[in-house]
């Protein structure tokens, strides 16, 4: 589904008509219809968070569709591969987990670094700002720094977003929420590898960086 589809489904689903969007973005029916028929190339971030706001939907649906929001608001991009929850057996991803290649800001990304990105599930980082359905944005590494937020594969085969953090050589993969328990692990019996470093939380048509 292209952007001006999503946006005339949406507006269909909530029984308003092309000039109940554009009073509710500030802009008239013929721009409404203009976007519906895919002519986005002058709307702008405020315009993306409105109607993102009138539609229920998050920004992130719309700037995922397609990389012309992000030129019309004139925000720098590059794509990066977006996995699945699921890592290989050697502690990697693999192209065959890939779901899609999607746009990101390139604001805070080194040019000369390899990114990934998954979706947050679940509400076990809330007290690090990250939230269930946010974008996160790893740079690709193999090591990390006591106390930096990373991506890591378990002995289960399966990625996890997690605070880094290690004593006496015992890893404990530490949530940012009281309500969970820390993951302990043994690097030298369990099937344990860092995959990336957190770089960037994107929600709500903002990021972190």
């Known amino acids: 589904m292209n952007v001006g589809n999503l946006i005339k489904n949406k507006r269909k689903e909530l029984n308003l008509t092309l000039e109940d969007l554009g009073n509710l973005v500030g802009v008239g029916k013929s721009t409404v219809r203009k976007w ?3 002519m986005i190339e002058n709307m702008g971030r405020d315009k993306i968070a409105l109607l993102s706001k009138a ?3 998050s920004p ?4 995922d569709l397609d990389e012309d929001m992000y030129k019309s608001a004139n925000v720098d991009f590059t794509r990066v591969p977006l996995y699945e929850a699921i890592c290989c057996g050697n502690g990697g991803f693999v192209d065959e987990n890939i779901i899609d290649m999607i746009p990101v800001p390139s604001k805070g990304l080194n040019p000369r670094s390899e990114y990934f990105a998954q979706y947050a599930k679940g509400e076990s980082m809330k007290d690090a700002g990250i939230n269930d ?5 790893f ?3 193999s090591q990390i720094d006591d106390g930096v937020i990373g991506c890591f594969c378990d ?3 399966v990625a996890t977003c997690k605070k880094y953090k290690e004593l006496n050589g015992i890893i ?3 949530p940012m929420n009281s309500e969970f328990e820390p993951i ?3 690097p030298l019996k369990d099937n344990f590898m860092c995959l990336g470093k957190l770089k960037k939380v994107i929600k709500d048509f903002d990021w972190e960086d």
Do not use: A, K, S, Y
């Open 155 to 157: 002995e289960d085969n």
């Open 172 to 174: 404990m993969l530490q």
């Open 55 to 57: 539609l229920n939907i």
């Open 139 to 141: 740079e690709r590494t």
């Open 36 to 38: 519906e028929n895919g």
């Open 60 to 63: 992130l649906t719309l700037l």
């Open 184 to 186: 302990i692990v043994d």
């Open 133 to 137: 359905g946010d974008l996160l944005i």
